[in-house]
């Protein structure tokens, strides 16, 4: 078996809920075996967003949007990549909206926010809320995004080549995407080994490396990819005590989330 990310040797690494995993013996990309038998659009029905996920019941409670740009985790990384008052003339893509706290809320901040979702049951909470969703890749305009936002999202498609691909036609020249998914290499995942809590299958199917991540980006047309493996926020939350900051390098380790800025060439 070799990888789909940088085509050299995978293994066996472990069994998880009934499913193979896979890992790269190079970039170390680990992925679940049978992931192209699952449909995006079937598996993430009612079913899935009121039941199996308790917390995505929020998304169906008493939702408002917000009035003033909060920052929140997504809109901090936005921010800082643009300063607050370079939000208004940016198209952004949301891809895979989040229950709670997804860029649609924060409309009045920027020239247009649009929502990309798989799940036709997420598209019509949203549609009714007066944002503009888009269900299928090939609906969506080409070159029209300064920014597309994907948290914690790739690891749920099951070709990511193609995810990425499609990201890549949909931003303006000198675009930005900007992802967060889990890091395989961290020391917390491989202290945790199999228990590691983002083994998630059939939900979770992709298990970056920082390597594997950047080479998948490289594949796919960005350029300059930047990856931090501590959220912005978490660094914006704990600078604001000294004492805190100390533990900066400690929360660097445990994090098992990373970042990852990739850039379309203007
Ligand atoms: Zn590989």
């Not at 990549?81 to 895979?96: A, Q, R, V």
């Amino acid at each position: 078996m070799n990888c789909f990310v940088c085509n050299q040797e995978a293994h066996f690494k472990y069994a998880l809920k009934g499913y193979k995993l896979l890992q790269c013996t190079n970039c170390f990309h680990q992925w679940i075996q049978e992931k192209d038998a699952i449909n995006l659009e079937d598996f993430y029905d009612e079913n899935y967003f009121r039941g199996q996920k308790a917390s995505f019941a929020a998304y169906f409670g008493n939702w408002e949007p917000a009035k003033t740009l909060h920052v929140n985790k997504i809109t901090y990384d936005i921010v800082n990549l643009f300063g607050k008052n370079g939000l208004s003339d940016k198209n952004i893509l949301e891809i895979g909206p989040g229950p709670e706290d997804n860029l649609f809320r924060y409309l009045s901040a920027f020239s247009s926010v649009e929502c990309f979702d798989k799940a036709s049951i997420v598209n019509a909470f949203l549609e009714n809320k007066g944002a503009k969703t888009y269900g299928k890749w090939e609906d969506i305009p080409s070159e029209k995004y300064d920014i597309a936002v994907a948290y914690e999202v790739i690891e749920h498609d099951p070709n990511t080549v193609k995810f990425c691909s499609n990201v890549f036609s949909k931003l303006k020249k000198g675009g930005v995407l900007l992802l967060t998914t889990g890091n395989s290499r961290s020391y917390y995942a491989r202290i945790k080994g199999y228990k590691w809590y983002y083994y998630d299958p059939p939900a979770h199917l992709n298990y970056f490396s920082a390597k594997s991540i950047k080479t998948l980006l490289k594949k796919t047309g960005f350029r300059k990819i930047d990856i931090t493996r501590i959220g912005r926020t978490s660094k914006n939350i704990l600078s604001r005590s000294k004492l805190a900051l100390g533990f900066l390098p400690i929360f660097t380790l445990i994090s098992s989330i990373i970042t990852v800025y990739g850039h379309k060439a203007k």
